[in-house]
């Protein structure tokens, strides 16, 4: 028998309308504003604060149906060592020292080879060549969208790769056993 393997994969969700972000914290300080205020008042706690509830949540599904998922799969060994021996440390840069390598650069070419496909919210691929398209996308990013992508990257191929446990799903089916 031949073992073979696939190697790890993560998902990077990107909204692709900043806009909703902002609507968004506006319409959730609006809503915990006048949420706090029903507390006292139970008059209020009908139709305004409802109203208030529902354009959070149209909000979030509009921000659902904006968003993306790239999914990051690690490369394998090889390739990754090649980009680090190609990528040494800046001297005197703490953060490369720890890591081993110029997070920097390393990055700008591990992130696309990285890339293995994209998918609207209903599971549909996307036309998306990373060797093309990824350039021009990343540099409208903000750090922290681009900060997302680094950190997969980072997962997928440096990052520990035991079976994962979850505690709060173990609980939920003993105590359903227990019934």
């Given at each position: ?8 994969e ?16 506006a ?67 703490a953060l ?7 997070l920097?650069s ?10 293995a ?6 599971s ?6 990373p ?17 997302d992508?680094?950190?997969?990257v ?20 003993q ?5």
């Amino acid at each position: 028998m031949s073992l073979t393997i696939k190697r790890p994969e993560t998902r990077v969700p990107v909204c692709l309308d900043g806009d909703l972000v902002a609507a968004h914290e506006a319409a959730e300080a609006e809503f915990v504003a006048a949420r706090a205020r029903s507390l006292g008042d139970d008059r209020l706690n009908g139709g305004p604060l409802k109203a208030l509830a529902q354009r959070v949540a149209d909000v979030e599904a509009e921000m659902k149906a904006a968003t993306v998922d790239f999914l990051v799969r690690g490369l394998k060994r090889s390739a990754w060592n090649d980009l680090v021996a190609a990528h040494p440390p800046r001297e005197g840069n703490a953060l490369d020292k720890s890591y081993g390598f110029n997070l920097e650069s390393l990055m700008v070419e591990a992130i696309p080879a990285c890339i293995a496909s994209v998918e609207n919210r209903e599971s549909e691929a996307l036309p998306f060549d990373p060797a093309k398209d990824w350039d021009p996308l990343a540099d409208d990013m903000t750090d922290s969208q681009y900060e997302d992508f680094v950190m997969a990257v980072l997962r997928v191929n440096k990052g520990r790769n035991e079976v994962p446990f979850s505690l709060s799903a173990y609980r939920t089916i003993q105590a359903s056993d227990q019934t």
